[in-house]
């Protein structure tokens, strides 16, 4: 048998000590900065990459932190584990790691950076923990192949940009503590078909959501103050807008080149509405003002022809506005949904109108000498109301009209 000298037993014994450690127990490859207490925070990687996880302690050290640029550039990593020590995830730390897929990220992170993961256009996968409260400006920019986020509650501030050009992002959800969504946070996201904007917010900035070409509904709660120039610019599927009664100002452009809207009711709160704010809608036909009319010039709805609808008895209201001709608007009933016709030996119909408006359905047997009675009073809910009409068969003939009180 052949014998290997010591000193060079001794070298293949820590070649294989080293193979055998994973790429976190190597506490030579990062470097690193005293933070005082007994705390460090890892401000550059040397190692290998591949599958990497930050150590807890690095010579005797807690890391708490991941500094500035600590990994920037690095095309070598493939996953990061970043442990329940860290609080903090610095600007740029990770930003053009464009191999990185993964991401998990510490339970106790509070914060993450400034462009902290921007162009990591390979990660697929990343969780933000629930006490983290601030996620930075283009924290997440052109991560395209990121599909999923979950925004936990305790997020107060998403920066701008911070998931702007995530192209295949197709579901987020946004925690209660979020109060505004700022400067183009989910732009161009051509993948979102569905966002649900919670209660807490009260701001929706600029280019917010613009060229969503996949989103095709979204409510905007009642706590909003301002829908921002172009937020929803561009969401070429858009079909539906439900617009909060808070809402006091529309910004210029803010739906511009929805191509799918059909109609849009404008709560009575809305008190200004900006330049081309509807322009190029080109399925609009309707638009529906619960309130007295709202300042805005001749673009608002221009590119297109419709007509605006306001109540009778409110205020300011002429012959046009926003480029369109207006006329009064009156209850309707429906006829061409499923809820028209004969339904469990009752005939009925749904009544659409303004929310909380009262309705009187009346019948009469005959148009040649009309005698009207009235069969039914509703209060319209969410813009809607069903009437149904029992005693339809007892008569041979039976004819409706509606009015309000």
Do not use: K
Not at 8 to 27: G, K
């Amino acid at each position: 048998m052949r014998r290997i000298p010591f000193a060079n037993l001794s070298l293949l014994l820590a070649a294989l000590l080293s193979l055998a450690l994973p790429a976190a127990a190597q506490a030579q490859d990062f470097t690193y900065t005293d933070t005082g207490n007994g705390t460090a925070a890892i401000n550059g990687y040397t190692g290998p990459g591949g599958d990497v996880t930050i150590p807890t302690n690095i010579y005797g050290l807690m890391v708490t932190g991941i500094w500035n640029n600590a990994f920037e550039y690095n095309s070598s990593l493939t996953s990061v584990t970043i442990p329940d020590s860290v609080i903090g995830i610095g600007n740029r730390a990770f930003q053009w790691c464009v191999g990185l897929t993964n991401v998990a990220i510490g339970t106790n992170v509070a914060s993450i950076g400034d462009r902290a993961f921007w162009g990591c256009t390979n990660l697929a996968s990343a969780t933000i923990p629930n006490r983290a409260t601030n996620i930075g400006a283009m924290a997440f920019w052109e991560c395209y192949e990121l599909a999923s986020v979950t925004i936990p509650n305790s997020i107060t501030n998403i920066g701008d940009f911070a998931f702007s050009d995530c192209h295949n992002l197709a579901s987020v959800t946004i925690g209660n503590g979020v109060t505004s969504i700022g400067f183009r946070v989910f732009n161009d996201c051509i993948s979102l078909a569905s966002i649900t904007i919670p209660n807490s917010m009260t701001n929706i900035g600029n280019q917010a959501f613009a060229i969503c070409t996949n989103l095709t509904s979204v409510t905007i709660p009642n706590r909003v103050i301002c829908i921002g120039d172009q937020a929803f610019a561009f969401c070429t599927s858009l079909t539906n807008v439900t617009i909060g009664n808070n809402v006091v100002e529309i910004m210029d452009n803010a739906f511009s080149h929805c191509q799918s809207l059909t109609s849009v009711a404008i709560p009575s709160s809305v008190t200004s509405i900006g330049s081309f704010a509807f322009y190029y809608c080109t399925s609009l036909t309707e638009a529906y003002f619960p309130g007295n009319a709202p300042s805005g010039d001749d673009s608002v709805f221009s590119g297109e022809s419709g007509t605006v609808y306001y109540l009778p008895g409110a205020t300011g209201w002429s012959s046009m506005f926003g480029g369109w001709p207006t006329a009064p608007w009156r209850p309707r009933v429906q006829t061409r949904d499923t809820s028209f016709g004969v339904r469990t030996n009752q005939f009925g119909f749904n009544i659409n109108w303004a929310s909380g408006r009262v309705v009187v359905v009346e019948a009469c047997t005959s148009l040649a000498d009309p005698v009207w009675h009235p069969i039914g009073t509703n209060t319209l809910t969410d813009g809607c109301c069903y009437f149904s009409d029992c005693q339809w068969t007892n008569c041979p003939s039976r004819f409706y009209r509606i009015r309000s009180p």
